[in-house]
């Protein structure tokens, strides 16, 4: 391919990626193409040898891939759907529209459109909604020798080799997993039984969350997993690589929400300006209307803000602690839900934990606190009036508190979207700290009022 006739707008990526002066890995291909217009990127892959382009097509990575093969001829997309693995096809389908998705889905031969119809039938981030139906199954009857045999035959259309399952030649059911390690170590003529796992195989049901399907592989050293169905006929097996891919997802969609905002869908540079606005805007207006509740607050507190201006120096570094303990507690149970370490039922034992972690954390910092009137005070850096002792104990007092209550808030809040089925990821670190600097000026205030009634108020 001639550089020189290549649309100039593809750019230094498009260059890198057709220059013939040194071999690129498939990953800077990826790369390379989704820096390119999806148009530019369906005439690369249409002139590039059919295995490399199905492996690249079959990368995650390759962020474009539906629009490149909405945008390909009928009869180059299906030459490359045939060749790429199910589930990858399956991914890409429900990116597309409608239309686009039933003019590729009418090019699949009859038995891979059955096999991707039915990946596409189970529910997102579910052990169906992630597995593959190419794996390698062998019959109970079989030798070590007619199994090796058929592992040289199918290794090329199976999205691992590393673990074969043995089925019941009758039932079909799952019996058995065999590594490929214990494989080529058995004697030729014995049967496949004799190397096989002892024990029943680990396996997921077809609507296991994925972060479950994630736990028991984790658990088990697995390198995949097999998905059965209620009778234990294998249904596809999911793969480490695939569950990186989709926890690594599900973990960027839950950092950008517990930033306070949408999840993008997009990496950052492909969303439009438009797109962001919408994506951010919802958000940042939901918590500046939650900030103006701290607004009505203080004006609630006028009349002491007026006799005692002194406490209003102390009102940034309340809030500030009540929303930074706050956060600290929402980030740790947020991953303990996560990781599985936590249950919805756990939330009791977490309130009696943070209750007095709370109250410690406050105590540490409503000292430095009272450390900073006593210092200011006598070394003159600042003048607190002549009831600045009480002012130094209302500080520590309200950090108390503060700290406690967002401790508290922060370790509750995911439980209770949890329980309302929502993702506890959404109790974002700044939705957290404007509920605590509302509820912590009200704590403030009050303490101020209980210690410093008949003095300064």
């Not at 020189?4 to 990953?27: D, H, K, V």
């Not at 119809?117 to 992630?130: C, D, E, F, N, V």
């Not at 597995?131 to 009857?141: D, F, K, N």
């Not at 007095?356 to 070394?379: C, H, K, M």
């Amino acid at each position: 391919m001639n550089i020189n006739s290549f649309p100039m707008r593809a750019g230094n990526a498009a260059r890198a990626f057709i220059n013939n002066n040194r071999a690129l890995t498939i990953a800077e291909r990826v790369e390379s193409l989704n820096a390119i217009e999806a148009r530019e990127a369906a005439r690369i892959l249409a002139k590039m040898p059919e295995e490399r382009a199905i492996r690249i097509l079959d990368r995650p990575e390759l962020r474009n891939a539906p629009a490149i093969l909405e945008v390909m001829t009928n009869a180059d997309a299906a030459r490359l759907l045939h060749g790429m693995s199910n589930d990858r096809v399956a991914d890409i389908l429900l990116e597309l529209d409608d239309d686009a998705r039933a003019r590729l889905f009418a090019t699949l031969e009859e038995p891979v459109r059955v096999a991707i119809q039915g990946l596409m039938g189970y529910p997102p981030r579910t052990a169906g909604g992630i597995m593959t139906t190419e794996y390698v199954s062998v019959c109970a009857s079989w030798t070590v020798a007619q199994t090796l045999d058929h592992v040289r035959q199918v290794e090329r259309s199976r999205e691992t080799v590393y673990a074969i399952y043995v089925l019941d030649d009758d039932t079909h059911e799952l019996l058995r997993v065999v590594t490929l390690r214990r494989l080529i170590t058995g004697e030729p003529d014995a049967c496949i039984l004799t190397v096989a796992q002892k024990g029943a195989p680990v396996t997921a049901p077809a609507l296991m969350k994925q972060e479950d399907v994630a736990r028991l592989i984790r658990r088990h050293d697995l390198l995949a997993l097999p998905v059965v169905d209620e009778h234990g006929l294998m249904l596809g097996i999911v793969t480490v690589d695939d569950v990186i891919d989709t926890m690594i997802a599900d973990t960027t969609e839950a950092a950008q929400r517990f930033g306070g905002m949408e999840a993008l869908g997009q990496p950052y540079m492909k969303i439009g300006f438009g797109g962001m606005i919408r994506k951010r805007a919802g958000w940042l207006a939901a918590l500046f209307l939650g900030e103006m509740l701290t607004a009505s607050a203080m004006q609630h507190f006028e009349g002491e803000l007026e006799k005692a201006v002194v406490l209003t120096l102390f009102i940034p570094l309340i809030m500030s602690s009540g929303g930074n303990s706050g956060s600290q507690a929402t980030s740790l149970i947020i991953r303990a839900l996560a990781l599985g370490e936590l249950k919805l039922s756990d939330w009791w034992r977490v309130a009696l934990r943070e209750l007095p972690t709370g109250i410690v954390l406050g105590s540490i910092l409503g000292l430095v606190g009272f450390a900073r009137v006593v210092l200011w005070q006598t070394i003159g850096l600042f003048d607190y009036g002549p009831h600045w002792q009480l002012v130094g104990v209302t500080v520590f007092a309200a950090l108390i508190g503060i700290v406690t209550f967002g401790s508290l808030a922060g370790s509750m809040l995911p439980f209770i979207l949890q329980k309302l089925r929502l993702d506890p990821a959404s109790a974002s670190a700044p939705f957290v700290a404007t509920l605590v600097d509302v509820t912590g000026l009200v704590i403030y205030f009050s303490v101020a009022l209980l210690i410093l009634s008949g003095t300064l108020l």
